[in-house]
């Protein structure tokens, strides 16, 4: 398989075997006007197999929603052909927007303006829970 090299973009790396797709849906790649590639199954000496998405387009993908899918993955800005930037992504705090709060008695059912807010409540777990009403939230 030959996927070209990119110029100016990002490569998200060392995702977890099978959560490009997740990824590609939660970032909202679909919308980007760039070309994008999705390589599912790569071998990884670290993980043993990895998923990779290359953007080709000077667009900053939202770490917040990488480091809730998939903390440990990594970002890697390209300018001109060259690496200028890698970044290991570690779970966010807070999650603002990202995920909707499945309860229908929280008061983000009521009030479609306010803002569906996760707080991270355990990390080796990886729970979130809706800062409103402490729902735990769907991985």
Do not use: W
């Amino acid at each position: 398989m030959n996927i070209d090299s990119i110029t100016n973009g990002v490569v998200i790396d060392h995702i977890t075997a099978g959560n490009a797709m997740r990824l590609y849906h939660l970032l909202g790649i679909d919308s980007f006007d760039c070309s994008v590639a999705i390589i599912k199954n790569a071998s990884s000496k670290k993980l043993g197999k990895k998923d990779i998405i290359k953007i080709d387009g000077e667009i900053i993908p939202d770490i917040d929603i990488i480091g809730y899918v998939d903390p440990g993955a990594t970002v890697n800005i390209i300018k001109d052909g060259k690496l200028i930037s890698k970044r290991t992504i570690d779970m966010p705090e807070m999650l603002t927007n990202v995920i909707k709060c499945k309860n229908p008695r929280c008061i983000t059912s009521v009030e479609q303006e306010l803002d569906h807010v996760f707080k991270l409540t355990d990390r080796a777990k990886k729970v979130y829970r809706c800062l409103y009403c402490e729902t735990k939230a769907d991985l």
